[in-house]
C-alpha cells in the first residue's frame, strides 16, 4: 500500500525523537548541574545513602610533640530514593503527513524540555526547607540580601563556588537596584550593573553566580497581602541529585487509533543533603 508506514520511516522518527529529547534535557536544565549528582545508573536499588562526615581541625604539637588521633567516622546519612517521571505524546498519523516542519524533533524537543523542567522544580521545591533564611515578605530583593546569604553560608564555612536561583521577578528588583532603573546617577554604575543594564544577566554579587528561572516558587497570597517567591543562595553540596535510569524514549504503535504513542520517562531522587549549606532567598513576586 502506497501510504502505509513502514518501519523505515517508523525508525526515522523514532531516532531523531530521542536526539532531540535527550540533547535538550542536557541543555535546557539549570539546576541540575549547580547541585551535587549521584550517578546510581546499573546500580541494584532505588535508594541512595550519602554519608555525612565530621569536620576535622587541625593540632599544633610543636616541635617532638605528637598530634592527637582524629575520629573520622560517619555522623549520619541522607537517603535519596529515585522515583519514575514520564511524559506520554500521541502522534496522529495525520499530524505527521500534513505538518511541515520535523514533528519527531519538536515532540523530542518537548519531552526533552518538559523533563528538565520537572528536574528544576523538584530541586527548586527544596528551597524553602532551608532553615536558614534572607529577606522577607513583601521586600525586593537587594545587593544587601545577597551579601547576607554569602555572609552566612561563609559562616557555615560552606564550600564554594556559591549558586543563587532567583524568580525572574525577584531577580527583577535586583537587577533594578543595580543599575538605578536607568535613572540618571551621580556616580558610575559598577562592572555587574553595566552588564545587568546592558544584558539583561545579573551575573556574579558577593561570590554568588546568580541564575533566574520560572520553576521558583511560592505562596501567592502572604500576611502582607502581595505573593512572595522563594529563591535561594546554595553552595554545590547542599543538596543531591540522584540519577537512578537516564531519561530513555519509547514509542508504540496504536494501528485503531492511527497513531503512535511516544514516552519519555527517567528515574531519579532529589534530597536537601548539608541545611547549612543553603540559605533561602525570600522576597517580593510582583512588578
Do not use: W
Not at 523505515?8 to 535527550?22: D, H
Not at 539546576?31 to 550519602?50: E, I
Not at 564554594?160 to 528588583?173: D, N
Not at 543538596?239 to 524514549?249: A, E
Amino acid at each position: 500500500m502506497a501510504n502505509e508506514v513502514t518501519s523505515a520511516i517508523s525508525s526515522a522518527l523514532y531516532s531523531n525523537i530521542v536526539q532531540a529529547g535527550l540533547y535538550t534535557l542536557q541543555e535546557a536544565s539549570i539546576m541540575r548541574p549547580l547541585v551535587r549528582n549521584y550517578d546510581m545508573t546499573g546500580t541494584p536499588g532505588l535508594t541512595a545513602q550519602v554519608p555525612i562526615f565530621p569536620a576535622l581541625t587541625a593540632d599544633e604539637p610543636g616541635d617532638g610533640g605528637d598530634l592527637s588521633n582524629k575520629a573520622f567516622n560517619v555522623q549520619t546519612s541522607k537517603t535519596i530514593t529515585a522515583t519514575e517521571k514520564g511524559i506520554l505524546v500521541t502522534l496522529t498519523d495525520l499530524a505527521t503527513e500534513t505538518a511541515s516542519e520535523d514533528v519527531a524533533a519538536a515532540i523530542g524537543r518537548q519531552i526533552g524540555q518538559g523533563m528538565a523542567l520537572k528536574v528544576d522544580q523538584d530541586i527548586a521545591a527544596l528551597f524553602t526547607g532551608f532553615s536558614n533564611t534572607v529577606g522577607s515578605g513583601g521586600t525586593d530583593v537587594s545587593v544587601d540580601t545577597m551579601f547576607q546569604a554569602a555572609a552566612k553560608l561563609r559562616n557555615n564555612k560552606a564550600p564554594g563556588p556559591y549558586y543563587c536561583v532567583l524568580h525572574p521577578y525577584q531577580a527583577y528588583s535586583l537587577k533594578k537596584q543595580l543599575t538605578n532603573a536607568g535613572a540618571t546617577m551621580s556616580h558610575n554604575l559598577s562592572d555587574v550593573g553595566n552588564t545587568a543594564l546592558a544584558q539583561g544577566f545579573v551575573g556574579m554579587i558577593a561570590g554568588i553566580n546568580i541564575f533566574e528561572s520560572t520553576v521558583i516558587g511560592g505562596n501567592s497570597a502572604s500576611s502582607t497581602g502581595t505573593g512572595n517567591y522563594y529563591g535561594a543562595v546554595f553552595s554545590q553540596d547542599a543538596i543531591g541529585y540522584m540519577l537512578k535510569r537516564n531519561m530513555r524514549v519509547e514509542n508504540q504503535r496504536d494501528a485503531s487509533l492511527r497513531a503512535t504513542e511516544i514516552v519519555g520517562s527517567m528515574a531519579y531522587g532529589v534530597s536537601e543533603i548539608f541545611d547549612q549549606y543553603g540559605v533561602a532567598v525570600i522576597g517580593n513576586a510582583t512588578l
